[in-house]
């Protein structure tokens, strides 16, 4: 997949729109590093807490500002929606994390400049535990979190 | 043998709603088999979404995502007829991409 | 009571019932031999056979004349002459509820 | 002497009459006794809903699927089966010239009870049949191939009426009849009958289910469902239901699930197919 040269287009958007005053052009060659290669170090991680440190090297402050939509009740745990929103300005990325599954990390998204701070998705859970939503917005980490019981365990999917 | 991939665009005025579905095992490698045997680790690591060669989203996965993944996002333009390149790659190499037009 | 609680009932009335078949299934044979095996197997499979005929078979039973072949193999015939006793014990249940359904189901009708 | 003998009758007929009133097999009545079951007992939930399993149950539940239903699970299945369909056979037939109006639509239609055969035909044995008879192997009747057929029938179907037919033919009725009393028997070592866990308790949780009303429950079928990660026929639903009371499952298409399957449609007619279902 050769997703190179895009990406560098991607990285030109990204900066193109921070000057335009939504804040943080600084953060973009960073983010470039974070976001060229699949993070597969971030992926090995058991907990949440080292999942996060190795995707993105800080840690995240719980906000009101980032809506997470999932079941109290997941009727299979191998098929979970999930979705996340926010309404704060200059996001970057947003991940999902499963926080009792062997690996936390479930899935990790690029938003680029232009891109809607918002994904829905279908995640498999272990076992009933807390569903965490990370958004990097202006190269801050806001988080919500949110407990689903898994009576059927996402082992089997 | 058709795409693996099912994807919905439709632009609604100023922003472009996009929904895709692909249709792959997304075996986590904790799972045995009927012969008690552990079925290897089989999952798409990245998928993404071009508009006019830029990339509008990228999706870094690892094997907690579902079987049959699906995934919803949408982005500011993007106009009817548009073409929308989706792509993706498993940790073993294989890889599969079409195009979709915006409706 | 709700239809859960009555069928969650139903379910370990059913249980403790399996249970008390492998107590009469499990009665220790003094000096088990293959012969005692063979006939304890043939008395379960004829039952099985019979529950077969009435379209009635349980997985259970199956379970059970599968270990037993499996002890008498292993000539552990203990063990296999207590899973067949309790496979024919569970084939015999198994014909007596295809028996009493013949008439009992249309209790359950809704009319 | 000459009086005494109609009067034994007559009594003899007072009382065989109401065992008979009772035995005799009246499917429209059950129809309408079976939908006002459902209905009186789940008054919440829309008449055409109940096709929806215990989505109609339980809301928890139901956002969930309409979630899912944004993009289903089937998706694959029903754009398999549409391929299939569109794909000649070695000898050049396709599926469509083995059905009524080219095989879309049809669903509702099935199964049917066929008076040359004297049997139930169901989809998935006519699907088969189609293969055989243009000289192709029959396909596994529980999930794969089978299972997307069936699907893209059941999509090219949305929302029409069930709509089965019981012809004037005393072995129709005895395969209605039959289809009935399999239904109600108890059967495992649990002791169960389809309708303790689909009439007695839907919407109730046994394990970690929500259990599917009776009602309509053919109506959704094939589906995918998220404790299989795939599709699965009308086959497999009756055999996975079997096996969960602890039964040896009968062979798929045997007698009598050809005949529950035509007393469950049949109960069911005039509530729409909602096929290819999601299920948990």
């Known amino acids: ?87 704060l300005s200059d996001v970057t990325s947003i991940s999902f994390f499963v926080s009792e599954n062997p690996n936390a990390l479930a899935a990790s998204y690029v938003i680029p400049a232009g891109t809607i701070p918002a994904v829905a998705n279908r995640l498999k859970m272990a076992k009933t535990c807390n569903v965490i939503a990370i958004v990097e917005s202006g190269g801050k980490l806001y988080s919500a979190a949110k407990e689903v019981k898994v009576t059927v365990g996402g082992c089997g999917g | 043998m058709a795409s693996t991939i099912r994807v919905r665009a439709i632009n609604n005025g100023d922003t472009t709603e996009v929904q895709a579905l692909i249709q792959h095992p997304m075996d986590s490698g904790f799972v045995k088999d009927a012969k008690g045997e552990i079925i290897p680790p089989h999952f798409i690591q990245q998928l993404t979404f071009e508009h006019n060669g830029k990339t509008v989203f990228l999706a870094d996965w690892g094997p907690a995502v579902s079987k049959d993944p699906y995934v919803k996002f949408a982005f500011k333009g993007g106009a009817k007829g548009d073409e929308l390149k989706i792509s993706w790659v498993d940790n073993k190499g294989t890889s599969d991409s079409t195009t979709a037009k915006i409706a | 009571m709700s239809a859960a609680k009555k069928t969650a009932m139903s379910v370990t009335r059913n249980i403790a019932f399996g249970a008390v078949l492998m107590i009469v299934g499990a009665m220790p044979a003094r000096a088990a031999s293959e012969a005692d095996f063979k006939a304890a197997m043939s008395a379960a499979e004829a039952a099985e056979k019979q529950a077969d005929q009435l379209r009635n078979k349980w997985l259970t039973t199956e379970t059970q004349l599968a270990a037993a072949k499996k002890a008498a193999a292993a000539g552990d015939f203990d063990a296999a002459i207590a899973a067949a006793r309790e496979a024919e014990a569970l084939a015999i249940a198994s014909i007596y509820q295809a028996t009493s359904e013949k008439t009992r189901w249309k209790d359950m009708e809704v009319r | 002497m000459r009086k005494a003998l109609p009067l034994a009758s007559i009594l003899a007929l007072a009382l065989l009459a109401p065992a008979l009133a009772d035995d005799k097999p009246n499917p429209a009545a059950d129809q309408k006794a079976f939908q006002t079951y459902f209905i009186k007992r789940f008054p919440k939930v829309k008449y055409e809903d109940f096709v929806n399993g215990p989505y109609s149950m339980d809301a928890g539940l139901r956002k969930q699927w309409e979630e899912k239903e944004e993009f289903p699970p089937y998706e694959f299945a029903v754009e398999t089966g549409k391929e299939m369909f569109a794909t000649p056979f070695k000898n050049g037939k396709t599926y469509a010239d083995c059905f009524a109006n080219k095989g879309i639509g049809i669903r509702q239609n099935y199964p049917y009870f066929d008076e040359k055969e004297g049997k139930v035909v169901t ?143 049949y109960v069911a007619n005039g509530l729409p197919i909602s096929g290819p279902g999601a299920r948990p």
């Open chain 4, 123 to 265: 989809l998935e044995l006519a699907l088969n049949r189609c293969r055989e008879a243009n000289g192709e192997a029959p396909y596994n009747y529980l999930k794969d191939e089978m299972a997307s057929l069936t699907a893209y029938m059941a999509f090219t179907s949305r929302d029409k009426k069930m709509d089965i037919k019981i012809p004037d033919d005393p072995r129709a009725l005895e395969a209605y009849e039959n289809g009935k009393r399999y239904f109600y028997t108890r059967r495992g070592q649990l002791n169960f009958s389809c309708a303790s866990c689909h009439v007695q308790s839907p919407g109730e949780h046994i394990r970690s289910e929500v259990l599917a009303p009776a009602l309509g429950i053919m109506n959704a079928m094939p589906i995918y469902r998220s404790e299989w990660s795939g599709m699965g026929t009308t086959s497999r639903r009756l055999v996975t239901c079997n096996s969960q009371t602890r039964a040896v499952p009968l062979e798929p298409q045997s007698d009598e699930y050809r005949d529950v399957e035509y007393f469950l449609s």
């Open chain 1, 1 to 87: 997949m050769n997703t190179f040269p895009t990406r560098r287009l991607i990285l030109q958007g990204a900066g193109a729109v921070a000057l335009f005053g939504l804040g943080s052009f600084p953060f973009a060659p960073a983010l470039a590093a974070a976001n060229d290669k699949y993070p597969e170090d971030a992926f090995k991680q058991k907990t949440d807490a080292d999942a996060i440190k190795a995707l993105y090297g800080k840690t995240a402050e719980a906000s009101d500002k980032v809506k997470l939509d999932a079941p109290e009740i997941a009727e299979n745990g191998a098929v979970v929606p999930v979705a996340v929103t926010t309404t």
